[in-house]
């Protein structure tokens, strides 16, 4: 989460923004299918709503308290410049676009990969349920690295013929890629044969994999539809993946990842077009008054937007979980609603 505050914030090094974009996207994916599970529900209609509880929820309650916050600072900013506030077709184009998820259009406005990961985990269901009936743990790696594979290369194939889709449907077999490579992780390390792998001295190799075939393959933005040439996302991707969770194994128990996870939804919402937007807007106007130029201070200026950022996102967590805990599928807990 916090790589991905770093990666939307502008001024960040062109060359740290291509490295965050190589695999935080499919980490999101790969950790949810970490966690993925289908043996609590009792049948297909329990999991629909427990996932929709999970993620459709937030998904259109937060979008549509930060369209609110968003257009409003928006307005706030254009007056402190004093400029005209732009008002015009787009912004209810934006509104329109919470409901449809059409990405690379003006019907479009933010979150597509929660659109994504509902509609890829509601699909993965019934992998799961094959992989299940599955005997044999090795043949059943077999299966999903199959999978992953076979959903990597359709994913690509949709992602080159189409430049956006109606809810992100276009992002759905990529995102069931690292969702199935996400769930061979979670089986294996729940019984203790993975681990190993997440050895700290195993980090370097992690972070050169990636490096490399980061460059070899340039850009790769899921958003826009463009992750490069298959391979070398790919490898980039799992590598990535790989030694964000070396650094989550070492780091186990921390407070600050555990705290940071907890609220990833209402970080992940806020994150782009509320809290670094106006936090950089804030930053400059500061650092123009006294005449500091950016370019001579772009590093300690993202670690600062960065660590604001979190402290305002922190902050409306907080807000969020004591007081609207239904906004991301939640009851408020049984201590608070006593107290009420």
Same mark, same amino acid.
């Given at each position: 989460?916090?790589?991905?505050?770093?990666?939307?914030?502008?001024?960040?090094?062109? +060359?740290?923004?291509?490295?965050?974009?190589? *695999?935080? !996207?499919? #980490? &999101?994916? =790969? @950790?949810?299918?970490?966690? %993925?599970?289908?043996?609590?529900?009792?049948?297909?209609?329990?999991?629909?709503?427990?996932?929709?509880?999970?993620?459709?929820?937030?998904?259109?309650?937060?979008?549509?308290?930060?369209?609110?916050?968003?257009?409003?600072?928006?307005?706030?900013?254009?007056?402190?410049?004093?400029?005209?506030?732009?008002?015009?077709?787009?912004?209810?184009?934006?509104?329109?676009?919470?409901?449809?998820?059409?990405?690379? +259009?003006?019907?479009?406005?933010?979150?597509? *990969?929660? !659109?994504? #990961? &509902?509609? =890829? @985990?509601?699909?993965?269901? %019934?992998?799961?349920?094959?992989?299940?009936?599955?005997?044999?743990?090795?043949?059943?790696?077999?299966?999903?690295?199959?999978?992953?594979?076979?959903?990597?290369?359709?994913?690509?194939?949709?992602?080159?013929?189409?430049?956006?889709?109606?809810?992100?449907?276009?992002?759905?077999?990529?995102?069931?890629?690292?969702?199935?490579?996400?769930?061979?992780?979670?089986?294996?390390?729940?019984?203790?044969?993975?681990?190993?792998?997440?050895?700290?001295?195993? *980090?370097?190799?992690? #972070?050169?994999?990636?490096?490399?075939?980061?460059?070899?393959?340039?850009?790769?933005?899921?958003?826009?539809?463009?992750?490069?040439?298959?391979?070398?996302?790919?490898?980039?991707?799992?590598?990535?993946?790989?030694?964000?969770?070396?650094?989550?194994?070492?780091?186990?128990?921390?407070?600050?990842?555990?705290?940071?996870?907890?609220?990833?939804?209402?970080?992940?919402?806020?994150?782009?077009?509320?809290?670094?937007?106006?936090?950089?807007?804030?930053?400059?106007?500061?650092?123009?008054?006294?005449?500091?130029?950016?370019?001579?201070?772009?590093?300690?200026?993202?670690?600062?937007?960065?660590?604001?950022?979190?402290?305002?996102?922190?902050?409306?967590?907080?807000?969020?979980?004591?007081?609207?805990?239904?906004?991301?599928?939640?009851?408020?807990?049984?201590?608070?609603?006593?107290?009420?």
């Amino acid at each position: 989460m916090l790589l991905v505050i770093v990666g939307h914030i502008k001024c960040a090094s062109s +060359t740290v923004v291509i490295w965050i974009y190589s *695999f935080h !996207m499919p #980490l &999101f994916f =790969a @950790l949810s299918g970490m966690v %993925f599970s289908i043996k609590k529900y009792p049948g297909f209609s329990k999991f629909l709503r427990a996932k929709a509880k999970s993620l459709l929820v937030p998904y259109y309650c937060l979008n549509l308290i930060l369209f609110v916050l968003s257009n409003l600072s928006d307005i706030f900013i254009s007056l402190v410049k004093r400029e005209t506030p732009v008002l015009d077709v787009k912004i209810l184009k934006n509104f329109v676009g919470i409901f449809l998820g059409y990405r690379l +259009t003006d019907y479009y406005f933010e979150m597509y *990969f929660i !659109m994504a #990961l &509902f509609i =890829a @985990l509601t699909a993965f269901y %019934f992998v799961a349920k094959v992989a299940e009936k599955i005997k044999g743990r090795g043949f059943k790696n077999v299966f999903l690295i199959a999978f992953c594979v076979l959903s990597a290369c359709i994913g690509k194939l949709i992602l080159s013929e189409n430049k956006g889709f109606f809810l992100s449907l276009d992002i759905v077999p990529t995102a069931m890629s690292f969702v199935s490579l996400g769930y061979l992780i979670g089986l294996n390390k729940r019984k203790g044969e993975t681990e190993r792998s997440f050895k700290i001295y195993l *980090f370097p190799v992690a #972070l050169g994999i990636n490096y490399v075939f980061m460059h070899l393959n340039g850009i790769a933005d899921l958003n826009r539809a463009d992750t490069g040439k298959l391979l070398y996302y790919m490898l980039a991707a799992v590598s990535g993946i790989w030694g964000v969770l070396i650094l989550c194994y070492e780091n186990r128990g921390s407070r600050l990842l555990e705290y940071i996870g907890r609220n990833s939804l209402i970080f992940y919402a806020f994150q782009h077009k509320f809290a670094i937007k106006n936090l950089t807007f804030a930053v400059t106007c500061v650092m123009g008054k006294t005449g500091v130029l950016l370019d001579d201070h772009r590093q300690p200026t993202v670690f600062f937007i960065t660590v604001l950022s979190c402290l305002v996102l922190a902050a409306m967590s907080e807000i969020i979980n004591r007081y609207f805990p239904f906004l991301i599928g939640k009851k408020k807990p049984e201590n608070e609603s006593a107290k009420d």
